[in-house]
């Protein structure tokens, strides 16, 4: 169901999710850069961004009922 789709995440893919988000990264315009995010949670930016393709096709599979 869509209210368990957070609960596909891993530890770390929800921590850069929440992060990013916080951090603006899905605002328009963006309030910061994938890069900035990287560096706030001591990750290489290619780090940061696995996590958040992942997250969003976990999240996006469960709301749309894909996964």
Do not use: I, M, N
Request: glycine share 8%; proline share 4%; hydrophobic share 40%.
């Amino acid at each position: 169901p869509p209210e368990d789709a957070l609960e596909r995440l891993t530890a770390r893919q929800r921590e850069v999710l929440e992060a990013a988000y916080r951090a603006g990264y899905f605002a328009w315009p963006r309030e910061s850069t994938g890069e900035e995010v990287a560096e706030a949670l001591g990750l290489t930016a290619a780090t940061v961004q696995g996590h958040l393709r992942k997250a969003e096709r976990a999240v996006f599979g469960a709301l749309l009922g894909r996964e």
